[in-house]
């Protein structure tokens, strides 16, 4: 018999409520003691003291993690192949009804929220009648799952699962055992909806930014950051809150050091907001080394955010830039650029500037600007 067929009914683990039917099939055999899983635990992320953690299978695990990654008090979310009849699987193995889950390894602060509550938005995200298939992915490494690491979790999933079972007339498959063995992905399956925010995803786009907002609303009260939104002054908090060196140069149109700030080496991918109101300004695709000492960049992310005016201070006659919405001075910008990018260059200051990198971007409530990037 086939991995593949002697796991059909691997999803009737130990936690589903007695008063379910037994679906057809029996269980693997490394399910039902002949085959002993490997115990090993291979992941990055380690829970620190008040933190718990939490495995979730629910289909192709890019899904499940992107989701995961935006819901408030989650602190952190890898993904990898879980309760696996082998060690060290790959993505190939794994596609090849290895017996692994698609799984990702959620850590989070109870005391945000509870685990209760992140079961109640994982099984929204799945279809919990369906059996080695979610969306349109289908195989035992799609199946459901909630693996525990903390026996203390054990009552809490049993409760959820019988008070998820209480809702439908079809059974609920989500397979729930102790955590035995889980391997953290290869790195280009990391946050990979991220990394390709084109991805398929068989988890629905509006319930992830629902989630992402709600997350975005608790870390920056009273901020809204999507494509829409509408930016104005800082408040005075807001500027309270900043450096000297960032009053002095939004406010007074001072200039940092060249070659010793925060961002002229910068190379990672992400935006450049206002560090006054938090408007998206530049993007990393188009920032270069110009040499100059300060970040540098060939356009800005819409022009209409930006206003120049002539600067004729030092003796010099040159054209400053300024954010429209929150007047904060943010550089100046030069016709000396690189011929290839359009021979602009925009010198700016990276105290006017908070970079947040483009793994962030979704936790900070900048998700709906993901898709400036085209890879």
């Given at each position: ?9 691997l ?29 090993e ?6 829970k ?6 939490i ?5 192709c ?38 017996g ?6 959620v ?15 994982y ?12 969306g ?18 054990e ?40 990394k ?8 629905s ?11 975005a ?6 901020k809204?950051?999507?494509?829409d ?30 070659f010793k ?6 190379s990672?991918?992400g935006i ?38 002539k ?14 919405a929150s ?5 100046h910008?030069f ?24 793994d ?9 600007w993901?898709?400036l990037?085209?890879?």
């Amino acid at each position: 018999m086939s991995i593949l067929a002697s796991l059909a009914a691997l999803n009737i683990g130990a936690c589903a409520p007695s008063t379910t039917p037994v679906m057809p099939g029996s269980l693997p055999k490394f399910q039902s003691g002949n085959v002993t899983l490997p115990e090993e635990i291979v992941q990055q992320n380690q829970k620190a003291e008040g933190q718990a953690e939490i495995y979730l299978a629910g289909g192709c695990f890019w899904g499940t993690e992107f989701l995961m990654m935006n819901v408030p008090g989650v602190e952190s979310v890898e993904v990898g192949y879980a309760n696996g009849p082998t060690s060290n699987p790959t993505y190939r193995d794994v596609c090849n009804d290895s017996g692994h889950a698609e799984s990702a390894h959620v850590i989070y602060n109870p005391d945000v929220v509870p685990l209760e509550k992140i079961l109640e938005v994982y099984y929204m995200s799945i279809d919990p009648t369906l059996l080695n298939q979610q969306g349109k992915d289908k195989g035992i490494q799609y199946r459901t799952g909630i693996y525990y690491s903390d026996p203390a979790d054990e009552p809490t999933i049993k409760k959820s699962l019988k008070d998820l079972q209480d809702t439908l007339s079809e059974r609920v498959v989500i397979e729930c055992t102790p955590i035995k063995n889980f391997y953290r992905a290869e790195e280009k399956h990391q946050q990979y909806l991220i990394k390709n925010p084109n991805g398929y995803c068989h988890v629905s786009r509006t319930f992830i930014n629902e989630q992402a907002k709600a997350k975005a609303a608790e870390q920056f009260p009273n901020k809204d950051f999507s494509r829409d939104a509408t930016y104005g002054k800082p408040t005075k908090e807001v500027l309270n809150n900043l450096s000297e060196l960032q009053v002095a140069v939004t406010q007074n149109a001072e200039t940092e050091p060249p070659f010793k700030n925060e961002y002229d080496e910068e190379s990672r991918s992400g935006i450049y907001v206002d560090v006054t109101n938090g408007q998206p300004l530049f993007i990393s695709t188009d920032k270069y080394d110009a040499g100059c000492g300060w970040p540098a960049f060939s356009k800005p992310i819409d022009e209409k955010a930006l206003v120049r005016r002539k600067d004729y201070s030092f003796g010099m006659e040159r054209i400053e830039v300024r954010a429209k919405a929150s007047n904060a001075h943010l550089g100046h910008v030069f016709d000396d650029g690189p011929k290839d990018k359009g021979g602009i260059r925009y010198c700016i200051n990276s105290a006017a500037l908070r970079f947040i990198p483009r793994d962030k971007m979704q936790e900070e409530g900048y998700g709906e600007w993901l898709d400036l990037f085209k890879d």
